[in-house]
């Protein structure tokens, strides 16, 4: 139900144009990551599309809603999916992606180094 909340929450809140504010824990993201996405999305790239990497000028080009918030645009993807990355909204908490995103965006910021 928590989880159910936190999507509805956030939906709601890019329907009305704000941005929601994440308090996510970026190493616990990291972890996450590491369990999770790490074979497809190493250092950032992409093993299965190459073009769709999580360097920060693929995800402003190609990742909907991007510029008006970045973790929130990186929350919808992680828990929907699109094409062959699939969704892990059934597979992780809404607290667990919220994480991943606050991870995949400082890294991207920093360019994954």
Same mark, same amino acid.
């Given at each position: ?25 970026? *190493? ?9 996405? $790490? /074979?497809?999305? @190493?250092?950032?790239? &992409?093993?299965? #599309? %190459? ?9 402003? *080009? ?9 973790? $929130? /645009?990186?929350? @919808?993807?992680?828990? &929907?999916?699109? #094409? %062959? ?29």
């Amino acid at each position: 139900m928590a989880r159910l909340f936190s999507l509805f929450a956030l939906c709601l809140a890019l329907v009305l144009g704000a941005s929601p504010s994440f308090a996510a824990d970026a *190493a616990h993201g990291g972890q996450i990551f590491s369990a999770n996405c $790490a /074979a497809c999305h @190493m250092g950032g790239g &992409n093993v299965v #599309n %190459a073009e769709r990497t999580l360097k920060k000028d693929a995800l402003e *080009a190609y990742l909907a809603n991007y510029a008006d918030g970045h973790e $929130a /645009a990186i929350v @919808m993807q992680v828990t &929907n999916g699109k #094409n %062959a990355m699939p969704a892990f909204g059934g597979k992780l908490s809404a607290t667990d992606i919220e994480d991943v995103a606050a991870y995949v965006e400082s890294q991207a910021s920093a360019g994954w180094s």
